[in-house]
């Protein structure tokens, strides 16, 4: 399964705009393209070609509000019902809607995506540099929005890629941003760098000590370590506790307490490693 940023080719085929941008976007766009529906609040919106240059049956406003023709919306009917509220334009001699995404779906994976906070919002999302999903969360949903993105882009799995294409619709764009089959592949691969780690680990290790004895050792300023754990002193004195990740680093923390799960663990002693 693939998952697809939806965009459209604007510099290919006819371009159009709204007048009274401004308000329009005020009244209807803005409060309501974030997966919250219309309905009987949508008016009478004007969309006017400016610009001739081939037909298209895709095109849009930034990057969230999709408008699609009336031949795209009726043969991506069965994908778009009843994932989209669709809102008519009123075009001099064309058919368009406004495509309002209200399938909202908490579809993103935090644990395998690589995300930026915004500064100073805890919790909140402002890009992210990888996408990765819950297969089980979207693969019903052939168009959807994300709650972290929900004002800012729309995504479509392979099926609806495939309609927009085997059906010669014109003017769709597609960014892929995430494939099941090379995350699961990535993930297998990530699997074998860390148990040569372990591996590693374990061939190279000395005389192993229970956890009292190796801590001592540790707040006389050795490092030690046990399978994927390292302890040892930074240089301000406190402890931190390292977890061993797939490319051979550790992710260093600084524990309030030591684990249950540390206790019972052999430890030896290894080379303290600089710690970011």
Not at 90 to 99: C, D, I, M, S
Not at 125 to 146: C, G, L, T, V
Not at 155 to 166: G, H, L, P, Q, Y
């Amino acid at each position: 399964m693939k998952v697809w940023k939806w965009d459209y080719e604007s510099d290919k085929y006819d371009s159009f705009t709204i007048p009274d941008t401004g308000k329009v976007m005020d009244q209807y766009f803005d409060p309501y393209f974030n997966g919250t529906w219309i309905g009987d609040k949508w008016g009478e919106i004007q969309f006017e070609t400016y610009r001739s240059r081939k037909a298209c049956d895709c095109t849009g406003i930034g990057s969230n509000i999709p408008i699609f023709s009336g031949r795209a919306v009726q043969t991506l009917a069965q994908l778009l019902n009843p994932n989209v509220e669709l809102l008519p334009l009123q075009h001099p001699t064309k058919r368009y809607f406004a495509v309002n995404v209200t399938r909202i779906v908490d579809g993103l994976d935090y644990e395998k995506s690589v995300v930026e906070y915004a500064e100073g919002l805890p919790g909140v999302i402002k890009e992210a540099s990888r996408f990765e999903f819950k297969i089980d969360a979207i693969k019903e949903y052939p168009i959807f929005k994300i709650p972290e993105f929900k004002n800012r882009r729309v995504f479509v799995t392979d099926i609806f890629k495939d309609a927009v294409e085997a059906n010669g619709l014109k003017g769709f764009a597609f960014e892929l941003l995430w494939d099941s089959e090379e995350s699961r592949a990535t993930e297998a691969e990530l699997e074998r760098q860390y148990q040569e780690q372990l591996a590693a680990i374990e061939r190279n290790k000395g005389e192993e000590f229970t956890f009292e004895v190796a801590r001592k050792k540790m707040e006389a300023g050795e490092g030690i370590a046990s399978g994927e754990w390292r302890l040892q002193k930074a240089d301000d004195g406190t402890v931190r506790l390292g977890s061993l990740q797939a490319n051979g680093s550790y992710n260093w923390i600084q524990p309030i307490y030591y684990p249950p799960v540390l206790l019972d663990l052999k430890w030896h002693v290894v080379n303290k490693l600089p710690i970011e």
